[in-house]
């Protein structure tokens, strides 16, 4: 099968509105958060040029150039996080007839699931930097394209936290103590300072619009 992002959008939702098993909300999550950073680059690449924003030129191309590069790592995600759950689902598969079948099972279904956490995570973290993003173009951006930093805020907010369901439902399966505490406390940490960056995002927003 082609990746996710060589479909049409029609394509996409077709699918991710089927009985398949992917893309499920990780994925799901993922591209909202392209989305997100699709508008942190617009809004760079609409102040770039403008002798009104001269003195944010070099950083709004430094802004559109990692929009750039944090849609090609969403993209990878993706990918990631349907083969992580085409993984998990694998496990179900393989036997269970003695001893040996089943702790082979176990332990392949506690990797399955750590890796079906680790890269929500990584999706999330992503959102993070995209936040930040719309965060600075909003203060600096184009004030014709504020409205889209906004958005881009809120989009990046809303992928990131749907990014974390997945960890919420993965991590009581896992085993490892250790790892569930680092990964909650993590999961808390984002989702936190998010809502603080889309507060910031916002504010600056609703200030260069009045």
């Not at 709004?60 to 944090?70: G, R």
């Not at 990631?80 to 393989?94: Q, R, T, Y």
């Not at 989009?155 to 936290?161: M, Q």
């Not at 369901?165 to 103590?177: E, F, G, M, Q, T």
């Amino acid at each position: 099968m082609s990746g996710v992002y060589d479909w049409s959008l029609k394509q996409f939702l077709a699918e991710a509105a089927s009985s398949a098993p992917t893309p499920g909300g990780g994925s799901v999550a993922a591209v909202v958060g392209s989305l997100a950073a699709s508008m942190v680059s617009m809004v760079a690449n609409l102040t770039v040029g403008k002798e009104k924003y001269k003195d944010v030129e070099h950083e709004m191309k430094e802004m559109a150039a990692e929009s750039t590069d944090l849609l090609a790592r969403l993209e990878r995600l993706v990918a990631a996080d349907m083969e992580a759950f085409s993984g998990f689902m694998a496990v179900f598969k393989l036997p269970r007839d003695t001893e040996e079948q089943k702790a082979e099972r176990t332990r392949r279904m506690q990797e399955a699931l750590v890796a079906a956490t680790d890269t929500p995570l990584a999706i999330a973290e992503t959102c993070m930097r995209i936040l930040e993003l719309a965060g600075e173009a909003a203060l600096k951006g184009n004030k014709g394209a504020v409205s889209d930093a906004g958005v881009a805020a809120f989009a990046a907010e809303a992928a990131l936290n749907a990014a974390l369901l997945n960890v919420d439902i993965n991590a009581p399966s896992i085993k490892d103590s250790a790892y569930v505490g680092q990964a909650t406390e993590k999961r808390r940490d984002l989702s936190r300072r998010a809502a603080v960056l889309r507060e910031k995002a916002v504010a600056s927003v609703a200030a260069r619009l009045a």
